[in-house]
């Protein structure tokens, strides 16, 4: 936990979210501002600043938060059609919240270009 951080802040229920699914390692909860029809955010629950600071300790996790994007994908409604599965780190990266996540996009077509 960091005391600053808003994202361990809603895992640890001191902020409000629209929380999805939680388990002892990550939890997931949509986007505040949703690019995409369907916008949610997978987190661990340790606070790991950016991949740039995360270690082979944090691998199994890493593994963990894209499968529970998969099963959340299905569960939304948008696994056959597609989605996009996104980490951004550092500034020119995108990255705005220093707490590791991943961002489940979809329920409209990203085809035709990255950025
Ligand atoms: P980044 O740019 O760091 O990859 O993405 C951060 C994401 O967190 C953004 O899409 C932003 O809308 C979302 N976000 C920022 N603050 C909050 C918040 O307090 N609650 C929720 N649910 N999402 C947030
Ligand atoms: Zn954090």
Do not use: W
């Not at 640890?12 to 999805?20: F, Q, Y």
């Not at 995409?36 to 082979?56: C, D, F, G, R, Y």
């Not at 020119?92 to 961002?103: A, S």
């Amino acid at each position: 936990m960091s005391e600053d951080c808003i994202f361990c802040k809603i895992i640890a229920n001191e902020l409000p979210g629209e929380i999805l699914y939680r388990d002892d390692r990550v939890t997931a909860f949509r986007d505040i501002q949703p690019a995409t029809p369907v916008h949610v955010l997978i987190v661990p629950n340790k606070h790991i600043p950016s991949m740039n600071e995360a270690t082979s300790e944090d691998e199994a996790v890493l593994g963990h938060m894209q499968l529970v994007a998969k099963k959340l994908a299905i569960k939304e409604g948008i696994a056959e059609k597609g989605y996009r599965l996104i980490t951004n780190t550092g500034p020119e990266g995108g990255q705005v919240v220093y707490h590791i996540h991943l961002h489940l996009l979809g329920g409209k077509s990203m085809a035709g270009g990255l950025v």
